[in-house]
């Protein structure tokens, strides 16, 4: 009889994503609502603060 399948264990999406907010252009990590609008913000991809200034920032933006 074969071995079972071990699967990874499930791990949040918005956890590592940046998002904009299109009312004030704010930018968040893991969190799709901006707390000064109340608007949900647009996903801007997979990211994290910058190593520079601390703001959000998308790998898509830091490579070309």
Do not use: K, W
Not at 24 to 47: P, S, V
Request: overall charge negative; some cysteine.
């Amino acid at each position: 009889m074969p071995e079972p399948t071990v699967m990874p264990a499930a791990r949040s999406r918005t956890e590592g994503t940046v998002y904009e907010c299109d009312g004030c252009g704010r930018r968040f990590i893991g969190t799709q609502r901006c707390e000064e609008c109340n608007l949900f913000a647009r996903r801007i991809g997979t990211g994290g603060p910058c190593p520079h200034c601390d703001e959000p920032v998308a790998m898509t933006e830091l490579v070309d």
